[in-house]
Structure formats: C-alpha cells, structure tokens
C-alpha cells in the first residue's frame, strides 16, 4: 500500500531554516509528480510546491518562490523541500502529496500525516 511519511518538522527562529523530507513506499516512486501542502491553524489547505516524476520541472506557490526548493532522489524514494528565510507565517502542518500522474502536480490520490513546523522568535 502506499506510505508517504513526512520527516524534518521543528522549531526554528524566523530568518532560519528547515528541510522536509517525505520517505515514499509502495508505488513506483520515479513514475509519480510528488507535491507538499500544508495548512496553517484556522486555514484551508495550501498548495506549495510539486515536481515532476523525473524532477525536470519544478513550480512553487507566490507565497514561498525563492524561498523554498522542491526536489527529489527517485534512486532514494524521497521527497524534499528546503525551506529558508522563513518567516512566522510559514507555520503549519506540512503534507507530502503523491499525483495520479507523471506531471499532475495540483492533484494527488495520497498523502501523508505530516510534519509540524512552528516558525518563532
């Protein structure tokens, strides 16, 4: 079955940095666009970021571009996302997300538990 499992979450002072990691498992992790969401205490659901199956392009939301940078290692089977300059609005529960398809990166048909990251002086 499929497993997304999320890693990496913390505390971390605004100005600082953190890097997510999503460990991938029962699917054919290299075939499949992977995106992260994540969504703030009180909010919906924001889009964030997502990658193509073979990592060729990448596409960030306005509110985390040059900031924030999506990648993968299909040898590995794990999602990245580096974030830094981070800033208390960032805080939210971060969610890994695979795509029905090879470049779908807005959809997706599983996803992870996710991982909490507090930005705070």
């Known amino acids: 079955q499929v497993q997304l499992v999320e890693s990496g979450g913390g505390l971390a002072q605004p100005g600082g940095s953190l890097r997510l990691s999503c460990a991938a498992s029962g699917f054919t992790f290299s075939s499949y666009a992977m995106s992260w969401a994540r969504q703030a205490p009180g909010k919906g659901l924001e889009w964030v970021s997502g990658i193509y199956s073979d990592g060729s392009d990448t596409y960030y939301a306005d509110s985390v571009k040059g900031r924030f940078t999506i990648s993968r290692d299909n040898a590995k089977n794990t999602l990245y996302l580096q974030m830094n300059s981070l800033k208390p609005e960032d805080t939210a529960l971060y969610y890994c997300?695979?795509?029905?398809?090879?470049?779908?990166?807005?959809?997706?048909?599983?996803w992870g538990q996710g991982t909490q990251v507090t930005v705070s002086s």
């Open positions: 997300r695979k795509s029905p398809g090879a470049t779908m990166i807005d959809e997706y048909d599983y």
